[in-house]
């Protein structure tokens, strides 16, 4: 069964517009969550993360907000830019942070 | 950059051939991981290493098996590969210390 699950395969969004890509957990031992992008034939590289202390961290354009109580994350990407299409990852790890569960990935389209 | 490299980036093989898959770090890092990605799945781990030596299994660990004779390799193999086992397998690190995991290139591998 699916630990992390992101509902939306696909998600288009107007240049300049916010981009809001979503991901749900569902075991409460994760404590460390993270998002990745990724590229057609290029690994996943690391965007942000978040620990469960706290409910928003935010790096430059990204802004990943965590709900422990809804057991959900958000990014947010302002303004979004075409160079922000790809696929999007969430992951959640726990304790030693040695197995990490990935979502299905949520595939963002910039529309200049 | 992680200084992560995977050989083969692409591999076509037939079922019931062996095949390994090799994953070359750099810097020395202690904890390595093997995923593969298929669609509507996301990145499963396979198996992880958290030393020369020292591996565990993930969550898809059947039909493979690694091994870590050198802080700098990780090697996974498919003893008898299967159609089931066509997929996209990447490698990570994770920093000592971080609990964040870095990706390599991947490798695309197609069992016919």
């Known amino acids: 069964d699916q630990q992390v699950k992101q509902n939306s395969p696909s998600l288009s969004v107007q240049e300049g517009r916010i981009s809001i890509l979503n991901c749900d957990y569902t075991?409460?031992?994760?404590?460390?969550f993270l998002w990745y992008k990724k590229y057609p034939a290029e690994g996943p590289t690391f965007l942000i993360s978040?620990?469960?202390?706290?409910d928003k961290n935010e790096d430059g354009r990204f802004t990943v907000f965590l709900n422990k109580s809804a057991k959900h994350l958000s990014l947010h990407i302002v303004p979004s830019q075409p160079g922000d299409s790809a696929v999007y990852f969430c992951?959640?790890?726990?304790?030693?942070?040695?197995?990490?569960?990935f979502g299905t990935g949520t595939s963002l389209t910039v529309i200049p | 950059d992680a200084g992560i490299t995977q050989s083969p980036r692409h591999k076509v093989t037939e079922t019931g051939t062996p095949v390994t898959l090799r994953c070359h770090q750099t810097?020395?890092?202690?904890?390595m991981y093997w995923y593969r990605q298929d669609p509507g799945h996301g990145l499963r781990l396979i198996h992880y290493?958290?030393?020369?030596?020292?591996?565990d299994k993930g969550e898809v660990s059947d039909g493979y098996s690694v091994s870590r004779s050198k802080t700098e390799d990780f090697l996974l193999t498919l003893e008898s590969a299967t159609s089931s086992q066509t997929s996209v397998y990447f490698c990570?690190?994770?920093?000592?210390?971080?609990?964040?995991?870095?990706f390599g290139p991947g490798t695309r591998l197609t069992v016919l």
């Open positions: 978040i620990s469960s202390i706290k």
């Open positions: 990570a690190i994770r920093p000592q210390g971080s609990d964040t995991q870095y």
């Open positions: 290493s958290y030393g020369v030596k020292d591996t």
């Open positions: 992951a959640a790890s726990w304790n030693t942070g040695n197995q990490f569960y």
């Open positions: 075991n409460s031992m994760f404590d460390y």
């Open positions: 810097e020395n890092h202690r904890y």
